[in-house]
């Protein structure tokens, strides 16, 4: 029977899915697959490049190349388990389904059948999109057998849903301990107390010297038997140097899998009726603060009301420990990178330039992807209030893209800004950097809001399922098509300049060419989605 109940529960999501992949409808999206397909063939190409000189370097290229391999799955290890705390606590309590799943004969054992992978495809989607081509380029630069990418893509399944497993019971025990009033309080100090000792991990070991190096290496532990990232690297690796799998580690993902979402749903049924009602909205007067004796104006009415919703919604503003986490990992792997001990290699600090300003692009797009497309649609179905309100269109975008743009760009600044410092980096090329993540930040926010206006979907249960819509996955690869194509054109400006070594007229008329394009390639894609949403939005409106 209660088999029976879960697939009715599914049907729905089913059907969903079954209209979505119609012959008319694949049709109709060949351009975004297209897009998708070539976005991943520049990621592998990028991927390959950056593997390929890793490995070119004596003795510690394939030490390197295996750290980056070990790295990768541990970076993605704390992002997955915050990604699915915060998703789950979205999905099994805020999700406008609830209530009316609650009102009927509905198990709690079947809701919990249902959310949990409801909850994995929402905080999930996004790695198990963009990681293949990293699998792919590792396959291919160590001319890996098949069974590698079947072994990979398996063991990383895996992977994905011990995080899951690890991450909703966790967001079960925080509900349960905390109610609304005190969770975000609760998560705040969590946060600190995380950030503490991240930043504590940041301090810098001694690579200026070969034994400082390897010391380093050494002392950055992400390879320790206790965490799934070193599993699926002992079960993958060896495959890659020409030998058979490691079947013990490919069973301990799996045996661990199965145990952590039983525990999952375990601890589901053992908490869940009583969370209900510890997410209610708790009453409590949120003051202004030095804002509060002034009233917003007709042009700052929009701006000033996402402001407060976004920090009246835990399902939001919780989201930002998630990122804060990212960034702090993210700097970390960078300030382990051994810059200094490579500086005989030629303009090793520039490819890190690059590969971080790569990086911080991804970051950039999904982040923007999160709050900046989803800022129309989280709108809501309250939408007619905007449609009635002496507001023109035209100003509620503009409203939105600042209400995006500011933090999106502060957090992109930083971020750049730190990752250099740990790299050594000053002088003119941190001000590129901070210029040209500044211009993507701009370019990026700007896109977001416009396919976020083109792609509106103001019904939905959980506001992240937006951003993995068709109009979502579409933005986030445009965006770092857009990211691709700038740095490809400064990467370009460097190679003329610096090892081409031609600064006759034919090379100034390349570099004008090339500053050219970038700046109209980000003006196009600041200006023209938001034209495009406008007419959209209008379109509803008329309706």
Sequence with gaps: MTENM?????????????????????????????????????????????LSYIREIDFFGEMLSRKLFSMTFFSLFGFLILSNIITAISSFYLSKDIPFLLSKPVEIRDI???????????SSWMVLLFIPPVFIAYGVSYTAPAGYYLLVFGCFLLFSLITAGIGIPIAHILTRLFPAKSARNVLLGMGMF?????????????????????????????????????WITEAVSPMLRGRSADIFYVLVLLNNSV????????????????????????????????????????????????????????????????????????????????????????????????????????????VAARFIYTSVSLEGEAFWLIRTSPIDIKRFLWSKFFYGCIPVTLLMLLLVFLTNLAINVDGILMCVSLVTVLMLSISVSGLGTGFGAIYPKFKYENIASVSMSLGGMTFMLIAFSIVIITLSLEAWIFYVYKLKGVMDFSGKIQIALCLVLILLVNAVAFYLPIRVGEKKIDGIQDK
């Design 259 to 366: 145990f952590f979402l039983l525990l999952s749903e375990i601890i589901g049924l053992r908490f869940y009726r009583t969370n209900i009602e510890r997410l209610q909205p708790s009453g409590q007067r949120i003051s202004r603060g030095f804002f509060e004796r002034y009233y917003p104006q007709k042009n700052t009415t929009i701006f000033y009301k996402d402001i407060k919703i976004f920090f009246r919604d835990t399902g939001q503003w919780s989201q930002v420990f998630i990122i804060v986490a990212l960034i702090m990992v993210y700097i970390y792997n960078f300030k382990s990178i051994p810059v200094n001990a490579l500086s005989e290699f030629p303009f090793i600090r520039e490819l890190m330039i690059l590969v971080n300003l790569v990086m911080s692009g991804l970051v950039l797009s999904a």
């Design 194 to 230: 995380m950030l503490y000792f991240v930043i504590k991990g940041l301090i810098p070991q001694d690579i200026s010297t070969p034994e400082g190096f390897i010391n380093s290496i050494m002392l950055f532990r992400t390879e320790s038997p206790l965490l799934p990232s070193y």
């Design 112 to 122: 919990m059948r249902l959310k949990t992978p409801e909850s994995f495809m929402n």
């Design 6 to 50: 879960v697939l009715l529960l599914l049907k729905p999501k089913f059907l969903s899915l079954k209209n979505s992949i119609s012959a008319k409808v694949v049709i109709r999206r060949l351009p975004f697959i297209a897009i998708g397909i070539g976005f991943w063939i520049l990621f592998y190409i990028g991927t390959y490049k950056v």
